[in-house]
């Protein structure tokens, strides 16, 4: 029984690669290329810094090379620790109660224990994948430059594992803790409200460092002076400090730091196994506790408000899908940080050089579009797959299916719109650019507001999941990241329309003149395309595909 429950987990991660769907293996070769892409151009940035970091110290003899990397790799630890923490407690309370499959797994023959060790697996899995995205090409980097490399694979491999256990154990152990007291849907909307608590003081507090003195050749090499040559205290109780010293000796060649590395990783290794071990039970309570129980009898219904139009049912019942999701306070709270963040920055934005202006309207107007863009990653490519059962239900109805896609659409348009407006005006505001150049930011990121989310809710629509556990499982699948690629290049191409200095940069790579009413146009063509062609294909993929094999 154990044999086969393993294989068919297996059987199904491996089925969106194998799929007999000829679209659906396009989606999943365009997603592992995008990240196979993402590792390379990592890898290479890394290696640029690693040649030139290595000639700049050359030069620094009073610099210790050792306490420098500790210190940076201190910083990179703990905030793997916080993020796999954060991850983890929102992951977990929809894992662990809220995902349909759990009610057909709770009835197999085997230990409840089993049941909650494998769905921490799963929280562990999709909390630790953005970590493990961005540390496997520095893991990588920092071995081929290393003396010996596998001893400094392992000597970053062990810590980095021992910290995303012991975050993961802790999330797990808290969102349990969460449940027992109130239910589910609560404990999620209460652990994303202090996700996105703890990510926007994470982000204000890293502004408040003030960042860009960096840029100040002479302030950057006295903070780099100060790090690289006082001697770093003990670790105390921080888990990143630990970490960080454990995986520094192996990247100079030394086999010191496999001891405590090895040791970090069995503790956070026996910590993640005792979560489940402990508290099965109080699982087990809570979740037969937190079924829903009878309907109500039909005299204590609450009748809704009487529909005017089927447009206007479609509009309501989209705002409140939208409303009702435990995340949105979170993303917002998130979006509000980005949003303070970004005004922060504006602030120091040159004022004087109309070149610096013009050049830095178009990077703010590329940044906008790129935050709308993942903004849409979550609540637009998901909004089909979140009808779950309901989608056969909606299959039965008397409804077009374009006009369910439209209703999707404009809930979401109108404030990744607003929100495209809202960060590129205040720019404008403060760079103050040529009258030409804001109307043309103005027009791009309203144009890129209006056209991304309709380009993920098509493609969502395309590469439906309606079995997906929650909502990040989709918008993290390979659908979901074809999606983005998609969506991140219209937003870099804007940044070519706004500003003419990066026109004639590229004009002087292509030996040829670029103007900017032709790459408007082609600008306005290439969000026509990506709004009207992915949901065209949606709206005709809904009216043919079987749900039962989607």
């Not at 404990?187 to 204000?204: H, Y």
């Not at 797959?385 to 409804?399: E, H, Q, V």
């Not at 404008?428 to 993920?456: E, K």
């Amino acid at each position: 029984m154990n044999g086969v429950f393993r294989a068919n987990t297996l059987r199904a991660s491996g089925r969106t690669l194998l799929a007999g769907n000829a679209r659906a293996r396009i989606a999943a070769m365009a997603g592992l290329f995008a990240v196979l892409m993402f590792c390379g151009l990592e890898m290479a940035g890394l290696e640029g810094a690693l040649r030139a970091s290595r000639a700049a110290l050359g030069e620094l003899p009073e610099i210790r090379p050792a306490f420098l990397l500790e210190r940076l790799l201190g910083g990179a630890f703990t905030a793997a620790l916080l993020l796999g923490f954060l991850g983890s407690l929102t992951t977990a309370i929809g894992t662990l109660f809220l995902s349909d499959e759990l009610a057909a797994l709770s009835t197999l023959p085997f230990p409840h224990s089993r049941l909650v060790l494998r769905q921490a697996l799963l929280t562990l899995l999709l909390a630790a994948a953005p970590t493990l995205l961005l540390a496997t090409p520095a893991l990588l980097v920092a071995a081929g430059a290393g003396e010996r490399p596998i001893l400094a694979f392992l000597s970053g491999a062990l810590p980095l594992a021992g910290v995303i256990l012991l975050a993961g154990a802790a999330g797990i152990a808290t969102a349990l803790l969460f449940v027992s007291v109130v239910p589910p849907r609560r404990a999620r909307l209460l652990a994303a409200f202090l996700s996105a608590t703890g990510l926007a003081v994470a982000l204000l507090g890293f502004r408040a460092a003030r960042p860009e003195r960096l840029l100040d050749p002479v302030e950057a090499l006295s903070v780099v002076t100060r790090l690289g040559s006082a001697p770093l205290p003990a670790p105390g109780l921080d888990v990143g400090a630990w970490a960080a010293r454990a995986a520094t000796p192996g990247l100079f060649g030394h086999a010191g730091g496999l001891l405590p590395g090895a040791t970090l990783f069995l503790s956070g290794l026996a910590a993640f196994l005792l979560v489940p071990a402990a508290l099965w039970r109080l699982h087990l309570h809570v979740f037969t506790g937190a079924r829903p129980g009878a309907l109500r009898a039909s005299g204590d219904e609450r009748r809704g408000p009487e529909a005017r139009s089927l447009a206007a049912v479609l509009l309501r019942a989209e705002a409140a899908s939208l409303l009702r999701d435990a995340s949105t306070p979170a993303q917002l709270g998130s979006l509000a940080a980005v949003f303070l963040l970004d005004l922060m920055n504006v602030r120091l934005l040159p004022s004087t050089d109309a070149s610096a202006r013009d050049l830095v309207a178009g990077l703010q107007t590329g940044l906008s579009l790129f935050l709308v863009s993942a903004l849409s990653l979550r609540f637009a490519y998901p909004s089909v797959s979140s009808d779950g059962r309901a989608a056969l239900i909606l299959r039965t109805l008397p409804l077009d299916p374009r006009r369910q896609l439209l209703a999707r659409w404009a809930i979401r348009a109108l404030p990744a719109t607003g929100i495209a407006l809202a960060l590129t005006g205040a720019s404008l505001l403060v760079l103050r650019p040529a009258g030409a150049t804001s109307a043309v930011a103005l027009l791009v990121a309203c144009a890129g507001g209006l056209a991304i989310p309709a380009l993920h809710v098509g493609l969502g629509a395309l590469y439906p999941r309606y079995d997906a556990p929650n909502a990040v499982a989709v918008a993290l699948s390979t659908g979901g990241v074809f999606a983005l690629v998609f969506s991140t290049g219209l937003s870099l191409l804007s940044t070519l329309v706004v500003s003419g200095e990066l026109r004639l940069l590229l004009g002087s790579l292509v030996k040829m003149p670029v103007s900017l009413a032709p790459l408007l146009l082609v600008f306005c063509a290439a969000a026509a395309a990506a709004a009207l062609g992915p949901m065209a294909l949606a709206a005709r993929s809904l009216a043919r595909s079987d749900i039962s094999v989607a």
